[in-house]
């Protein structure tokens, strides 16, 4: 079975600072992803990689940065940190190439104040 | 952009009562997903559907796909508070990039004992 472990998994930060979330995959799935939920809005892509050093932007982008530079991590920073970007963020991988289905970590709950 | 509308947003019901939940949309598309979330975690795939018409079962959980593929139904029959939690549905995006996956806000689902 994937495997999928995310750091931190709360986070308490203030407004302006730097924050740097982790994602891990046991296997070497090569779609990672990451998503931020929200109520009202459910999940939305934030952004997504194919393959070691490929990454590609989602809908809500902006204020975001990845970086991958081994299969198995998918980095998120928050180069300076907003109360916007208070908010739930999973990352997925693609378990399923012909549906794009995808297994989701655990999540991390992050507080921007 | 393809949007995916799921009726209702919150759903209110007892141990033992049937329930159907919805997921539109004006697009077509080449397969559905059905995710489950429950509170402080990532969402889990239940079922794809991919054939116009076609019904999946998963125990007590019925999933149909519409005709036309633009529609999708998740039906629980006898609910039971371990049913309780996010019913998402997701998409494949057209175009381009099918990689990326397009959710519904999702129906909150609760099952009082």
């Known amino acids: 079975d994937a495997g999928i472990t995310q750091s931190p998994r709360h986070k308490v930060t203030e407004t302006g600072t730097p924050v740097t979330l982790r994602c891990h995959q046991t296997e070497n799935h090569r779609y990672m992803y990451w998503y931020r939920q929200d109520p009202g809005h459910g999940l939305r892509l934030i952004h997504y990689s194919y393959g070691v050093k490929d990454t590609d932007k989602g809908e809500v982008s902006d204020g975001y940065s990845v970086s991958r530079s081994k299969t198995e991590d998918f980095l998120l920073t928050l180069e300076s940190a907003t109360s916007s970007q208070t908010s739930v963020y999973f990352c997925?991988?693609?378990?399923?190439?012909?549906?794009?289905?995808?297994?989701f970590g655990p999540g991390t709950r992050l507080t921007v104040l | 952009t393809q949007l995916l509308e799921q009726s209702p947003q919150f759903l209110s019901i007892q141990e033992g009562e049937n329930l159907t939940v919805y997921c539109n949309s004006s697009?077509?598309?080449?397969?559905l997903q059905w995710y489950r979330q429950e509170p402080g975690e990532g969402p889990v795939l239940l079922v794809t559907?991919?054939?116009?018409?076609e019904v999946k079962k998963l125990k007590r959980l019925t999933f149909q796909f519409g005709d036309a593929r633009k529609d999708s139904s998740l039906h629980i029959t006898a609910a039971q508070p371990g049913d309780t939690g996010l019913y998402l549905c997701?998409?494949?995006?057209?175009?381009?990039?099918?990689?990326?996956?397009?959710f519904g806000k999702g129906t909150l689902l609760t099952v009082n004992p």
């Open positions: 997925a991988i693609m378990t399923g190439t012909v549906y794009n289905e995808q297994f």
């Open positions: 559907v991919v054939t116009g018409g």
């Open positions: 997701a998409a494949p995006n057209s175009g381009g990039s099918n990689y990326k996956l397009t």
């Open positions: 697009s077509v598309f080449s397969s």
